[in-house]
């Protein structure tokens, strides 16, 4: 069977419009702005948090696990910890033209992550990335544009997955935006070595007690597990936000099942 498809159109706007916003306009860094370097040592920022309350410090300052810690110190163990990860489940939302970008994605540092994407105008896709080779599956609407609105290519293509690989210049954007280092450590700067960093009250987000950092300047928000593991849990702001959900937890990520080969898709044979 032979259709004519505008893959490499519409992926490309896709690619570009996630990886602009997500790395250039959606930096969650209520706390960003300093050097690379935190300002509290690793052995400071682990220590200070596992260490019990001084004597006579009280019943409530031994059950705070952040008890004499600075919000900065606070903000390198959180940074050390991001660094750190082996797996994450990220949660982004960004006010973009014409509604919102929408990112859910489970990412391992051994090369595997999959989810879903939304994007204004272009619509929802989901995203499977296995070593160098990618998946994808688009929703309707944005199916309809792939198939620049032959009905017959529509019903062809629905429910399938469709390979690509990092060698695609079109859709090699995507292996930037579900790799681990991006949405722990360029997504989300948390150094900072300003003096206006503060503690503000928490609240409960994807099911965990939270505490939050903030600065003078800044309307965002960044919050951190209230446990003592400096866990980063969320940044708000209001044209933005993240959860970081499933820190650490294994991930099994398989490939789909007949997908529509790169050639077959570039030919329009499948």
Do not use: H
Not at 113 to 122: D, N, R, S
């Amino acid at each position: 069977m032979s259709a004519s498809v505008s893959r490499s159109r519409t992926a490309r706007s896709i690619t570009v419009t996630i990886a602009s916003a997500l790395a250039g306009s959606l930096i969650l860094a209520g706390c960003g702005g300093g050097d690379d370097e935190a300002p509290a040592s690793k052995a400071t920022a682990e220590s200070k948090a596992s260490q019990p309350a001084a004597e006579g410090e009280g019943d409530d300052a031994a059950a705070e696990p952040y008890a004499g810690m600075e919000p900065q110190e606070i903000l390198a163990l959180a940074n050390e910890k991001a660094k750190k990860a082996k797996t994450v489940q990220v949660k982004l939302a960004y006010a973009d033209k014409g509604g919102k970008i929408r990112y859910n994605m489970k990412i391992s540092r051994a090369g595997r992550a999959t989810g879903k994407l939304t994007v204004p105008k272009e619509g929802s896709m989901n995203l499977t990335i296995i070593g160098e080779q990618g998946y994808f599956r688009p929703g309707k609407d944005m199916l309809k544009d792939i198939a620049a609105g032959d009905q017959a290519v529509i019903d062809l293509m629905s429910g399938r997955w469709m390979e690509f690989s990092r060698k695609d210049k079109d859709m090699a954007d995507m292996y930037d935006v579900m790799d681990v280092d991006f949405v722990v450590t360029d997504l989300v700067d948390l150094s900072y070595e300003g003096d206006d960093l503060v503690r503000v009250e928490g609240k409960k987000i994807a099911g965990r007690e939270t505490i939050g950092l903030k600065t003078e300047s800044e309307k965002g928000t960044t919050y951190i597990a209230a446990d003592g593991s400096g866990e980063l849990v969320s940044y708000q702001d209001p044209e933005a936000s993240g959860i970081y959900t499933n820190w650490n937890k294994k991930l099994k990520i398989k490939a789909p099942a007949d997908p529509i080969s790169a050639e077959d898709l570039a030919s329009g044979n499948f």
